[in-house]
């Protein structure tokens, strides 16, 4: 099993929604966070003194699959992820040991 | 005996409501420009001056500030505990209302001028030592100063110094006051390296419609009886705080490309500080150019103040402070004995006299404000200690000064 974790731009979310719902994938979940990378952030003008904020709003989403479903859902974020300009973020892939589901204790892919 | 006039009364009445109203305004014009952890740390900064500065104004503020003149510098303490400041009117002061009714209105211009000054510490005073503060600024600068401008026998009175509404006794005490105290207590922890970015605007615009609501009591209700030096102070005061808001907007725009939502509100504010010591001495079109002239000098004012370094978190230097003074300046020029006979003419009506005690106005209250709020703040920094430790810097005032937090997750 694998856990995908994509760092999206926030006006994003409805179209990845959208495209992960069309491959099968009926479950994730999102947090708000901030973080800057190459985009750097944006000027903020407060009484006419101009100020840097480098945290840039964005969203994280986190799915947990099958590790064949990876290269598809890659591939369904990307396309509707990108806006082809920077700061349309990173896709992290990375292994998970265990599943459970809270309300019944099934485990591994059952409990995906 | 004078007698009371029903109308007079009402209306100086319903402007103490007024300007009452602009104290809660205040805490949240401020408490907009803030961060999360401050917002009620702010708020009560102000708010608890209502309690405060009234009990003070009891029993010793209305007497040093109205009481019976001695050498021209203080009232004296025959009115301690309101004794004799009853139902008749004063044959002193707005002799047309009860004289209870002008204590109270005189009250609310006490209460907020030291809520004003708590801009400059924002984010980094203790309660304590700031309660402390506040009850000896009112004593010891805003009652002496109260008593030279506006008490009967005073001694810039006297000389013919002109302050409508409180350019002097309010905006440029409380502005030098907020110097003294940024100097003091020095910077908020990452200043300059991290930007201060104001938590919740919407709430500073609310703010700042209450405030210039409050102002046409300020101003309108310094005319002291319901005639038409009461209307031409309330229109003078409108057009001073839309033409200080137009006069930010535009001046920023230019300068930073963008027109803001916190330069209309700073604007605005900007020109009503400047506008109120002239407003009930100057005709309406001539309260345009004053209004205009506060918010774009006030833009700069505030704009240079990273150039000094001082960190006055909320601007009360750049906006009351320049306003009080560039008013009280104004006054010097603009002033119509046609608007107000028992003001005077200002230079461009011929009279160069005028301009010259105003600035002896600026310059005698500006002084002995800054020197004493210096003094005490460094005093009370030796015995208590005015700022709290970094830590609590750190988590918020709300949390380590009052336990409690604005907004739950």
């Not at chain 1, 952030?41 to 009484?47: L, Q, V």
């Not at chain 2, 006030?298 to 103040?305: L, P, R, T």
Request: net charge neutral; hydrophobic share 50%; proline share 3%.
């Amino acid at each position: 099993m694998k856990k995908i974790e994509a760092i999206i731009k926030p006006h994003r979310l409805e179209e990845v929604k959208e495209a992960l719902n069309e491959i099968g994938i009926k479950g994730m979940t999102v947090t708000e966070v901030k973080g800057y990378g190459r985009q750097k952030g944006h000027k903020e003008i407060y009484r006419g003194a101009e100020y840097q904020v480098d945290f840039m709003p964005k969203i994280k989403l986190e799915i947990v699959l099958e590790k064949e479903q990876v290269d598809k859902v890659v591939e369904a974020i990307l396309k509707s992820a990108r806006t082809g300009k920077i700061g349309d973020g990173k896709i992290f892939i990375l292994p998970v040991e265990e599943v459970v589901r809270i309300r019944t204790g099934e485990q591994g892919t059952d409990a995906i | 005996m004078n007698s009371v006039q029903p109308a007079d009364t009402a209306f100086v009445l319903v402007s103490a409501a007024l300007v009452l109203l602009m104290t809660p305004g205040l805490a949240i014009f401020y408490a907009g420009m803030v961060r999360t952890k401050n917002v009620l740390g702010t708020i009560i900064q102000s708010f608890i001056l209502i309690s405060v500065i009234t009990v003070e104004w009891i029993y010793i503020g209305y007497s040093m500030s109205f009481g019976p003149d001695v050498q021209g510098v203080i009232g004296d303490l025959s009115f301690f505990a309101l004794n004799g400041v009853g139902q008749a009117p004063s044959d002193t002061y707005a002799t047309t209302v009860p004289h209870m009714v002008f204590m109270i209105f005189q009250c609310m211009f006490a209460v907020i001028t030291p809520a004003l000054i708590t801009g400059a510490f924002a984010e980094r005073m203790r309660f304590g030592p700031f309660i402390v503060f506040s009850l000896l600024w009112a004593v010891l600068v805003y009652n002496p100063v109260c008593h030279w401008v506006w008490g009967s026998g005073g001694w810039l009175a006297r000389l013919g110094v002109l302050d409508f509404a409180g350019g002097l006794v309010v905006h440029l005490s409380c502005g030098v006051a907020a110097l003294a105290a940024a100097l003091v207590t020095g910077a908020r922890t990452g200043y300059g390296s991290e930007p201060f970015i104001p938590h919740n605007l919407p709430l500073t615009l609310l703010g700042t419609g209450l405030l210039w609501f409050g102002w046409f009591g300020f101003n309108g209700g310094s005319a002291l009886a319901a005639n038409g030096l009461a209307g031409s102070a309330f229109v003078a005061t409108h057009f001073g705080g839309m033409a200080g808001l137009a006069a930010w907007v535009v001046v920023e725009w230019i300068y930073r490309r963008k027109p803001t939502t916190l330069g209309a509100a700073s604007g605005a504010v900007a020109g009503l500080a400047t506008i109120t010591p002239a407003a009930g001495f100057v005709s309406p079109t001539s309260a345009v150019i004053i209004g205009a002239l506060g918010g774009l000098v006030c833009y700069f004012a505030v704009a240079g103040k990273t150039k000094l370094g001082y960190d006055d978190s909320l601007d009360v230097v750049g906006i009351h402070g320049v306003g009080g003074l560039l008013g009280t300046l104004c006054i010097g020029i603009f002033a119509s004995k046609l608007v107000n006979p028992a003001g005077s003419d200002g230079l461009i009506f011929g009279n160069t006299s005028l301009i010259m005690s105003q600035m002896i106005g600026i310059v005698s209250v500006g002084v002995y404000a800054f020197a004493v709020s210096w003094i005490l703040l460094k005093v009370i920094d030796k015995i208590i200690g005015l700022r709290v430790d970094v830590e609590s810097e750190h988590l918020g005032l709300d949390l380590t000064e009052h336990s409690e937090t604005a907004y739950s997750a």
